[in-house]
C-alpha cells in the first residue's frame, strides 16, 4: 500500500518535474520523500533535517519501505550539506518565509544550481514573494490550497536574472493567481478582507472610547491600506475590473 500523505504534500509533489533526483530539505518524517520514490516521481531522492529526531524518524520510515537505497538522509542545517548540481528540484516547505530565506540566502550557490524550487512557505508571503525576484528567481507556477480550513500557497520557481521591480498586488497576493482569476483565491482573499474590516470597526470603537494613540492611529493607517488593496484584488473578479497586467 502506498503511502498517505496529505492534500498539502501531494500538491508540492505534482510541482516536481517528473525524473528529477529531489533534495527534501526539511524533510521531517521523510512521507513526501517516500511518495516521490513510490509514484515514480523521483529515480533519487537526498532528505535533510536539522533536527535529528525527525530525521531518525524519517530513516526509519524509509528502510521501513525498503528505499534506503533510493532515500538518502542526511543531517543538514538548510543547504549546508548539499552540494551544487547533485539534485534537480529543491523542495521546501511547511516553515516560515523568513526563515525559508535564510536557508536560500546562506546556501545561494547551491540554491541557483537546482533547475527548479518547489517551495510552500507558510508565512510573510508578500515578503517572500519580493526577495525571491530581487534575488533573481522566477515564479513559473503558483498554486492555492485549502486544507482543514487553512490556505497555503505553493510555488515553482527557477533561477534566472529576476527584476528589482515588482507589482504590488502580484507580490501580496500572487500574480499568476490573479492573472488566472484562481477561485480559491478569491475565497482567501474575501475572508481576509472580512477580517480586515472587522478589526477595523474593533479598533474605531476603541478610538471612539478611549481616545486615540499612536499605535491605534498606525494599525488602523495599515488596515486601510490593506482593505484597499483587498478590494482592488477582488475588483479584478468582476467582469468591469481593472484590465491590463492581470487581463486573461
Not at 541557483?112 to 508565512?123: D, H, M, T, V, W
Not at 482573499?189 to 494613540?213: D, H
Request: glycine share 10%; proline share 4%; with cysteine.
Amino acid at each position: 500500500m502506498a503511502v498517505q500523505i496529505s492534500c498539502r504534500l501531494k500538491a508540492l509533489a505534482d510541482l516536481v518535474t517528473p525524473g528529477n533526483v529531489a533534495a527534501d530539505v526539511g524533510c521531517d518524517h521523510g512521507f513526501l520523500s517516500i511518495y516521490l520514490i513510490e509514484q515514480g516521481i523521483s529515480p533519487r531522492v537526498i532528505a535533510g533535517d536539522v533536527r535529528k529526531g525527525p530525521l531518525s524518524a524519517a530513516r526509519a520510515h524509509v528502510a521501513q519501505r525498503g528505499l534506503s537505497a533510493y532515500i538518502e538522509t542526511r543531517l543538514s542545517d538548510g543547504l549546508s550539506e548539499y552540494r551544487p548540481g547533485e539534485a534537480q528540484t529543491l523542495i521546501c516547505a511547511g516553515m516560515g518565509g523568513r526563515l525559508m530565506q535564510r536557508i536560500i540566502l546562506q546556501g545561494m550557490e547551491t540554491a541557483k544550481a537546482f533547475r527548479e524550487l518547489i517551495l510552500q512557505p507558510q508565512s510573510e508571503l508578500w515578503q517572500f514573494r519580493v526577495f525571491l525576484r530581487e534575488q533573481g528567481f522566477s515564479v513559473t507556477d503558483e498554486n492555492i490550497l485549502k486544507e482543514d480550513g487553512k490556505y497555503y500557497f505553493l510555488f515553482r520557481v527557477t533561477p534566472g536574472e529576476g527584476t528589482a521591480q515588482g507589482d504590488r498586488l502580484g507580490d501580496k497576493y500572487g500574480a499568476g493567481l490573479l492573472r488566472e482569476r484562481d477561485p480559491l483565491l478569491r475565497e482567501f482573499l474575501e475572508k481576509t478582507l472580512a477580517g480586515c474590516e472587522a478589526i477595523r470597526e474593533e479598533m474605531l470603537v476603541q478610538r471612539r472610547e478611549r481616545g486615540g494613540s499612536v499605535r491605534l492611529e498606525e494599525g488602523l493607517r495599515e488596515n486601510e491600506t490593506e482593505i484597499e488593496d483587498l478590494r482592488a484584488a477582488l475588483a479584478l473578479y468582476t467582469p468591469e475590473g481593472p484590465q491590463g497586467r492581470y487581463t486573461v
